[in-house]
């Protein structure tokens, strides 16, 4: 190794340091309270190694349903949520005058405190003794009964849990859309109008491939955060999201920790770890897909 490589070793050192204290360490720690069954807090002992931890958590109900839960969201909130961006970036960026405006007022609802969103969205959908809801109000107009989003059926809740994600997520994901289509190079437009190409066309083999690496990236971030969800349930369904039947992956782990149920690491510890397999595992796939649709 020359004097060259230890210069650069010696500046990538703190990020290094950073990566192994604040990733790769917790990670190997979780991995092994995860493996100490029936591991006690309070005085940092557990009766023996082995995989019971993770066979309890998977035959739990409520882990169940939380992976169902995050499962349903992630389906429905990343492809919705990336192909509307992609939608109103394109009519965003055929706009001249006020495009400036008019991203920034697309991008308000990033910035906007995440509660204080959740709580809009419970005024416009909950419905109680003194109020049916704006939303049901709305629905009202085509005969349509009301139904109670916030407190009713399984699938009402989900379906907000989901708008409420999409909306939530959307702003970012325009933005980074709206540079992409921005940095594309106007002299393959020109040669493709002068070749007589559709406009399907040009965006099919132009735009498109040209602005895959930004698509895969926000499907990539899209998957992972969809996985980590668990404030947006929080801001619609409130702390006990084990009763109302809308509890996340993240928030089960939570639950494990501090929780009405709370004070076991090594289960908390066997859900995070299923977890990082699971986003891991889309990961690479995604990755592996990416090798053929992605243009660099």
């Not at 349903?65 to 949520?81: C, D, E, G, K």
């Given at each position: ?37 029936s591991y006690n ?48 970036s394109l009519g ?190 889309i990961t690479c ?12």
């Open positions: 190794m020359n004097r060259h490589s230890y210069k650069a070793w010696l500046y990538l050192l703190p990020a290094l340091i950073f990566l192994i204290v604040f990733l790769v360490y917790p990670l190997f720690d979780v991995f092994i309270y995860s493996l100490e069954e807090f309070a005085s940092q002992t557990y009766t023996g190694i082995g995989s019971y931890n993770y066979e309890y958590v998977l035959h739990d109900p409520y882990f169940i349903q939380a992976v169902q839960n995050t499962f349903i969201l992630v389906i429905i909130t990343v492809p919705i949520s990336t192909i509307l961006a992609l939608i109103i965003l960026s055929s706009i001249k005058a006020l495009r400036n405006l008019y991203q920034t007022i697309y991008f308000l609802p990033y910035v906007t405190n995440t509660l204080a969103v959740g709580l809009v969205f419970m005024i416009l959908f909950q419905k109680t003794e003194y109020s049916i809801g704006l939303v049901n109000m709305f629905l009202s107009l085509f005969d349509i009964s009301s139904i109670d989003f916030i407190n009713g059926p399984y699938w009402a809740k989900m379906f907000v849990l989901c708008f409420y994600t999409i909306w939530t997520v959307l702003p970012f994901k325009i933005l980074v859309l709206t540079g992409a289509l921005a940095s594309v190079n106007e002299d393959y437009y020109k040669a493709a109008k002068i070749d007589g190409a559709s406009k399907w066309r040009i965006f099919s083999k132009i735009t498109l491939p040209m602005i895959s690496p930004m698509l895969f990236y926000l499907v990539i971030t899209g998957f992972i955060g969809a996985f980590k969800a668990y404030s947006d349930a929080i801001a619609l369904f409130g702390t006990n999201l084990n009763a109302s039947g809308m509890n996340t992956i993240v928030g089960y782990v939570y639950d494990m920790l501090y929780g009405t149920s709370g004070g076991y690491p090594s289960y908390a510890s066997s859900a995070a770890i299923i977890l990082f397999v699971i986003v891991l595992t796939i995604n990755l592996l897909v990416s090798k053929k649709y992605v243009h660099y």
